[in-house]
């Protein structure tokens, strides 16, 4: 089955720096990369996803680079804030089209602290 | 109601109890997922749902582990003989079967075994 794995475990930045996490996946099979944020006590929250059909897709100061051939894919937190501190996972599925399928392979997570 | 709702929000019980927990999807939101997050770890899948298909139980640990969904809606994860090891917190997702569609999380069920 699919193996996640993610780095680093923890990482501690200055407000108004760069924080990139990565991820790598096993199963060359997987098409679907999405990003979780999970504040202290709450729901992980969706972030960014990217299909395996486009290399990098960006949403404000969030962005989501994949490389298929070396199966990894990293997100990208410009400008980081105090509120960006949480626990960040990746993820990889397999969407088989009309199927569907979905189930989610995480990665163990990111403590990322913003320090003001 | 907009988002996933799961309840109890904690649950706290003797060793070899049964529990039951219960996530109900957003509206119109065929496929359902079971996932187990315990402390300081990842999320690991548990069980599947799509539609009127066989449920994908591949992840469930035990055979004191099982679930349902009654009428493609609210479905019930069920733990029997509870064990210290299953304490953690529960978690429902739920997406739209049309496309490649993003699951969207409920708050969990925090269970405790004592």
């Known amino acids: 089955g699919e193996n996640v794995e993610q780095h680093p475990s923890t990482l501690s930045v200055q407000e108004g720096d760069s924080a990139v996490i990565k991820c790598t996946y096993s199963d060359s099979a997987s098409n679907y990369f999405p990003w979780y944020k999970q504040e202290l006590g709450k729901r992980p929250q969706l972030i960014i996803d990217?299909?395996?059909?486009?290399g990098e897709k960006k949403d404000q100061r969030i962005a989501v680079t994949l490389n298929k051939t070396a199966k990894h894919f990293s997100l990208h937190i410009t400008e980081t804030q105090p509120e960006d501190s949480a626990v960040y996972f990746c993820a990889a599925s397999l969407n088989a089209g009309g199927t569907s399928y979905g189930k989610l392979t995480f990665g163990q997570g990111t403590i990322l602290t913003v320090h003001p | 109601g907009a988002g996933v709702s799961q309840s109890p929000s904690n649950k706290v019980t003797e060793k070899g109890k049964d529990v039951e927990l219960r996530c109900d999807p957003i509206?119109?939101?065929?496929?359902l997922y079971w996932y187990r997050q315990s402390l300081g770890q990842g999320l690991e899948f548990l069980i599947y749902?799509?539609?009127?298909?066989?449920?994908?139980k591949s992840g469930l640990p035990s055979d004191r582990f099982s679930a349902e969904r009654t009428g493609g809606s609210v479905s019930t994860l069920t733990i029997q003989r509870t064990q210290q090891e299953d304490s953690a917190v529960y978690l429902c997702?739920?997406?739209?079967?049309?496309?490649?569609?993003?699951?969207?999380f409920g708050d969990g069920t925090r269970l405790s075994i004592l």
């Open positions: 509206s119109g939101h065929t496929a």
């Open positions: 990217i299909r395996s059909n486009v």
């Open positions: 749902f799509q539609g009127n298909s066989a449920p994908d």
């Open positions: 997702a739920s997406s739209n079967r049309q496309g490649n569609q993003p699951q969207h």
